[in-house]
């Protein structure tokens, strides 16, 4: 399976305009977010073992810091091949040179392990629903279901995704819904039934309002 190190074309999901014009038309607070951020939408980047291998690299570090090591790992295997990276696991000490804890060295093989063996299937996804492609993913060590659901997001533009796991989207509800009190989670998943069948849409702008720059997978 041939993937390449650079990042595809920019992709605008199809939805994205509707989305927003329900939203805006259905929430008064999520409108005022919206329009604050006229020019700018979710964008797929790169294909799905260049996403994935990336977010490994970005676990629990800086935006800055995990750039910085992902430039080095990408110079180590250019075209970003699954061959390529199980190829360097015989060379352990350059991954790490790079900037790779021993764990998400075991982290990015064992990814590109399940693609070369095709224990993964990238050709089913788009048949499958959100929670079975979640459910393949996390069988991939260090890939849990916050990480399967970003990639849900932002490589498959799934339309409805509701990360409540993720701090910052609870920060932005807890900031613009409940005048910046802490609420259960229970109590986050029922909030966010109102934004169906929208939810990465609704989601994306409240991280937005935290930060106007996009993140990148």
């Not at 073992?49 to 110079?75: D, E, Y």
């Not at 000490?93 to 990015?108: M, N, T």
């Not at 259960?184 to 994306?204: F, Y």
Request: proline content about 6%; aromatic content about 10%; charged content about 25%.
């Amino acid at each position: 399976m041939k993937v390449s190190s650079a990042p595809s074309v920019l992709t605008k999901p199809e939805f994205w305009l509707r989305a927003k014009r329900e939203l805006v038309r259905t929430d008064p607070v999520m409108a005022k977010i919206i329009r604050a951020y006229p020019r700018i939408s979710l964008q797929r980047r790169g294909d799905p073992f260049f996403t994935l291998a990336r977010s490994i690299v970005g676990q629990q570090i800086s935006v800055k810091a995990a750039q910085s090591i992902w430039n080095r790992v990408a110079a180590l295997a250019p075209e970003m091949q699954p061959a390529q990276i199980i190829a360097l696991r015989a060379r352990t000490r350059r991954l790490k040179a790079a900037g790779l804890s021993d764990r998400k060295v075991e982290y990015i093989v064992d990814l590109a392990k399940h693609f070369a063996n095709g224990t993964i299937h990238p050709h089913r996804w788009g048949e499958m629903s959100d929670e079975e492609v979640i459910e393949e993913l996390i069988q991939v060590r260090g890939i849990g279901r916050w990480t399967a659901e970003m990639f849900l997001m932002f490589n498959l533009l799934r339309p409805d995704v509701f990360p409540v796991a993720d701090l910052g989207l609870q920060k932005a509800v807890h900031l613009h819904y409940y005048n910046d009190v802490k609420i259960p989670l229970d109590k986050l998943r029922a909030h966010g039934e109102a934004w169906r069948p929208w939810r990465t849409v609704a989601t994306w702008y409240l991280w937005r309002s935290l930060d106007p720059v996009p993140v990148e997978y």
